[in-house]
T-cell receptor, first 114, second 111 residues
Framework: EAQVTQNPRYLITVTGKKLTVTCSQN?????MSWYRQDPGLGLRQIYY???????DKGDVPEGYKVSRKEKRNFPLILESPSPNQTSLYFC?????????????FGPGTRLTVL | DAKTTQPPSMDCAEGRAANLPCNHS???????VYWYRQIHSQGPQYIIH???NNETNEMASLIITEDRKSSTLILPHATLRDTAVYYC????????????FGTGTLLAVQP
């Protein structure tokens, strides 16, 4: 089944404790992206990747890192999480960029930083 | 910021057609209109997209006005499982490599 998977689905952590949220897709998509969703602010893009070893900042990249060493994986790294990073996170992928292509979204990761 | 305008909420009776409007008066000639939906806190799901012709797939129909300043997403026979937030998005395309989600329309399908 074609899908985007994220792990963990739920995470409660404390300020400053490094964490990684994994994202994997099995559709051989070139484009992958991370969004966060907050009440009243909608979905905002954090980082995106057009292909392996090619990443770029979205609208809200501060406090996040990403890497794209393999085509299927696009982990989101929070080196020193803070409470304002408490949010619902979604990973997405598409064949090329989001133009003219359906984006497939993962199920989401709900992160709470205390 | 999103350039599309949608009503914040709508109701629809189960089994009836749901017609969700969207205004995109600033859309340019080569920008597509995309529709996604998000069922409570799940990942957004692609529905349909179009440029200037009407489009139909197994989920919905998309009617785009001739001047392309507005469109309507039609769910022909709404079910309770269609209750979701529906997002109408102008495709900003290669310049930004992202889709800008607005606040969408919360469609509540009533039994």
């Amino acid at each position: 089944e074609a899908q985007v998977t994220q792990n963990p689905r739920y995470l409660i952590t404390v300020t400053g404790k490094k964490l990684t949220v994994t994202c994997s897709q099995n559709m051989n998509h070139e484009y992958m992206s991370w969004y966060r969703q907050d009440p009243g602010l909608g979905l905002r893009q954090i980082y995106y990747s057009m292909n392996v070893e090619v990443t770029d900042k979205g609208d809200v990249p501060e406090g996040y890192k990403v890497s794209r060493k393999e085509k299927r994986n696009f982990p989101l790294i929070l080196e020193s999480p803070s409470p304002n990073q408490t949010s619902l996170y979604f990973c997405a992928s598409s064949y090329r960029g989001p133009s003219y292509n359906e984006q497939f979204f993962g199920p989401g990761t709900r992160l709470t930083v205390l | 910021d999103a350039k599309t305008t949608q009503p914040p909420s709508m109701d629809c009776a189960e089994g009836r057609a749901a017609n969700l409007p969207c205004n995109h008066s600033t859309i340019s000639g080569n920008e597509y209109v995309y529709w996604y939906r998000q069922i409570h806190s799940q990942g957004p799901q692609y529905i349909i997209h179009g440029l200037k012709n009407n489009e139909t797939n197994e989920m919905a129909s998309l009617i785009i006005t001739e001047d392309r300043k507005s469109s309507t997403l039609i769910l022909p026979h709404a079910t309770l499982r269609d209750t979701a937030v529906y997002y109408c998005i102008e495709d900003y395309g290669g310049a930004t490599n992202k889709l800008i989600f607005g606040t969408g329309t919360l469609l509540a399908v009533q039994p």
